[in-house]
């Protein structure tokens, strides 16, 4: 069986996200569409512990996942019989999160017959810059090639398109993403949960160079961002913890202006190495303004469009899922039901 004939423009797709700590369902049409987001984020639970804790995260998932998928269907205002496939993450993530999303989809898809698309998460992200609201355009345009960073608590990817669907990954980090980089400083500083938006609030009005943070090479287009982590922990040992709140602003500002140069310098280098006709934005660092403005400063500098998800599209949604999902069911057909889940997952083509 394929669902290729009933993956065009008017198709409807559910799409599921879990394998973090957000609990996503999305209607969408087409392959860009968004018909309705529901979204239900578990930052409370794990603010206490600084940190996603798995087995919170979850149960959480298996508490409120039929509710959103019923929302999100109810807000589209359509039923299982108007829709064409259920699209769920697959991997990379946390395997309890991603297993409560997978048994859901299977579950659905065995009541209902609708095919299932297994959809790895990076490629998620790629997609998200070709969302749109219904009479919007979307971001990103189809030209090829085209270079994708995802920057994400998990990730640091650039991966080259050179059509839709086909991947390759030319740079990716050698320790920590740059997303945990910023969530290990907001956690040494003090700043809370999660780290990425609390590093950029505390260093608004700061001074991006009042602290002299390495810039990591890793060779070729790789990152690293432990060394910057470290540098960290020498300065609080030097310096003792910020003395005001002009001083917290200019650490803050200082670092997260390292990783946002990383990364753009790696983007750069790839770009120009690729000869790539557009860029593109995607994983929850991207929602990041210092990072947003580098990203358009590099693509307006280079000459080519520097696509960019809007904010609530950068961060874990299952709108980027169900897009993926058509992509993917479009190119090798639905899954079978027996497909299992992966903590570890490279993007493929
Ligand atoms: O893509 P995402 O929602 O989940 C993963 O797939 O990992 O990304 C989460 C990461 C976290 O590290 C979070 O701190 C970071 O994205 N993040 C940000 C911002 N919003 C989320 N980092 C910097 N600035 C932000 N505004
Ligand atoms: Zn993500």
Not at 100 to 127: D, F, I, Q, R, W
Not at 162 to 177: I, L, M, S, W
Not at 178 to 206: H, M, W
Not at 291 to 308: N, Q, W
Request: charged residues 15%; hydrophobic residues 40%; glycine residues 12%.
């Amino acid at each position: 069986m394929t669902c290729a004939p009933r993956c065009n423009s008017t198709s409807l797709a559910l799409g599921l996200e879990t394998s973090c700590d957000e609990t996503s369902a999305a209607v969408l049409r087409g392959r860009g569409e968004i018909r309705s987001l529901v979204t239900a984020t578990q930052d409370h639970l794990h603010q206490v512990f600084g940190g996603v804790v798995p087995e919170v995260a979850s149960r959480r998932h298996l508490e409120v996942i039929t509710r959103v998928v019923q929302e999100a269907l109810d807000t589209a205002a359509v039923g299982f019989g108007d829709l064409s496939l259920i699209a769920v993450t697959q991997g990379p993530g946390l395997v309890g999160s991603l297993l409560v999303g997978v048994s859901a989809a299977k579950g659905y898809s065995l009541a209902t017959g609708l095919p299932l698309a297994a959809v790895n998460h990076l490629e998620g992200h790629l997609m998200s810059a070709f969302l749109h609201y219904p009479g919007e355009e979307p971001p990103a345009q189809d030209l090829y090639p085209t270079l994708g960073l995802i920057a994400s608590g998990g990730h640091s990817d650039l991966v080259l398109m050179q059509a839709p669907g086909e991947y390759r990954t030319v740079g990716q980090t050698r320790d920590d993403a740059a997303g945990e980089a910023l969530d290990k400083a907001a956690r040494l500083l003090g700043l809370g949960f999660p780290g990425g938006p609390a590093l950029e609030k505390a260093a608004q009005g700061g001074n991006p160079h009042a602290v002299d943070f390495p810039r990591p090479e890793a060779g070729n287009f790789d990152f690293s961002f432990s060394g910057l982590k470290t540098a960290l922990v020498r300065h609080l040992q030097e310096h003792g913890t910020p003395k005001s709140e002009q001083e917290g602003a200019d650490l803050a500002a200082s670092y997260q202006q390292a990783v946002v140069d990383c990364l753009i310098r790696g983007l750069r280098r790839a770009a120009r190495h690729y000869r790539v006709r557009q860029l593109l934005l995607g994983g929850g660092v991207s929602a990041n303004q210092v990072l947003r403005r580098a990203f358009a400063a590099l693509a307006a500098d280079l000459g080519v469009p520097g696509a960019c998800p809007p904010l609530h599209l950068c961060t874990d949604n299952a709108a980027m899922i169900a897009a993926a999902g058509f992509l993917q069911a479009s190119r090798r057909g639905p899954d079978a039901l027996d497909f299992d889940v992966f903590s570890v997952l490279a993007l493929t083509s």
